[in-house]
């Protein structure tokens, strides 16, 4: 009867034992799930935050692009209207010359907010107006109108610099020469300034 009991001890034992075991491995295997499942939503945010910077960054490089096109628009511009006024004699070459107290120079000194031309129809002289926003293509790249409606673009953050200095060459100043430099600069979207500049020699005769 004793090694009946004792049997019967042993089995029943050895059931809890089983048990136990099996209860054991079930736990680990539903931790290691959780973790699993953990790791992968870290994977999943990482990724998901790369994609979202590789758009951010595709379209503030679209958008620099276009403002780089702008600036470099502008400031051809403003040096054609100075050889435009020279060879149409609306000015003459004494006066293409940065303003300053003494000399007859019509051209604004350093940076200044960008403007359209005035009544002389010149680029950066004292009766310019103020600059006019313009319109670029909207999603389908052509310029429709109202549909799809086009951007406006304020260049009211634009600024330009005219600067006109005389030709040196070997120590002596070239008197019928004179260099013209146009800088555009506007703020990119990252908030630091970037600039477009376009330079040309200009002479006394037409």
């Given at each position: 009867?004793?090694?009946?009991?004792?049997?019967?001890?042993?089995?029943?034992?050895?059931?809890?034992?089983?048990?136990?075991?099996?209860?054991?491995?079930?736990?680990?295997?539903?931790?290691?799930?959780?973790?699993?499942?953990?790791?992968?939503?870290?994977?999943?945010?990482?990724?998901?935050?790369?994609?979202?910077?590789?758009?951010?960054?595709?379209?503030?490089?679209?958008?620099?692009?276009?403002?780089?096109?702008?600036?470099?628009?502008?400031?051809?511009?403003?040096?054609?209207?100075?050889?435009?006024?020279?060879?149409?004699?609306t000015i003459t070459f004494d006066q293409i010359e940065n303003?300053?107290?003494?000399?007859?120079?019509?051209?604004?000194?350093?940076?200044?907010?960008?403007?359209?031309?005035?009544?002389?129809?010149?680029?950066?002289?004292?009766?310019?107006?103020p600059v006019t926003a313009i319109k670029v293509p909207g999603?389908?790249?052509?310029?429709?109108?109202?549909?799809?409606?086009?951007?406006?673009?304020?260049?009211?953050?634009?600024?330009?610099q005219i600067l006109i200095s005389d030709v040196v060459t070997?120590?002596?100043?070239?008197?019928?020469?004179?260099?013209?430099?146009?800088?555009?600069?506007?703020?990119?979207?990252?908030?630091?300034?970037?600039?477009?500049?376009?330079?040309?020699?200009?002479?006394?005769?037409?």
């Amino acid at each position: 009867m004793a090694s009946d009991r004792d049997g019967g001890n042993c089995e029943m034992g050895g059931s809890m034992i089983a048990r136990t075991q099996k209860k054991r491995r079930c736990n680990r295997q539903a931790g290691f799930s959780l973790l699993e499942a953990l790791i992968s939503a870290v994977v999943l945010t990482i990724g998901l935050l790369a994609v979202c910077a590789t758009l951010a960054l595709g379209l503030s490089t679209t958008q620099n692009s276009q403002m780089d096109t702008i600036a470099r628009q502008r400031a051809t511009q403003a040096l054609e209207s100075v050889y435009t006024a020279r060879q149409t004699a609306t000015i003459t070459f004494d006066q293409i010359e940065n303003v300053s107290s003494t000399g007859t120079g019509i051209f604004t000194k350093g940076f200044v907010k960008l403007t359209d031309p005035g009544p002389d129809g010149i680029e950066g002289t004292l009766d310019d107006v103020p600059v006019t926003a313009i319109k670029v293509p909207g999603p389908s790249g052509v310029l429709k109108g109202a549909a799809p409606p086009d951007v406006s673009v304020d260049l009211g953050n634009f600024q330009r610099q005219i600067l006109i200095s005389d030709v040196v060459t070997g120590g002596t100043t070239n008197p019928n020469l004179r260099q013209i430099e146009v800088t555009i600069k506007y703020p990119a979207t990252t908030g630091i300034y970037r600039s477009y500049t376009v330079q040309a020699m200009i002479s006394a005769y037409r």
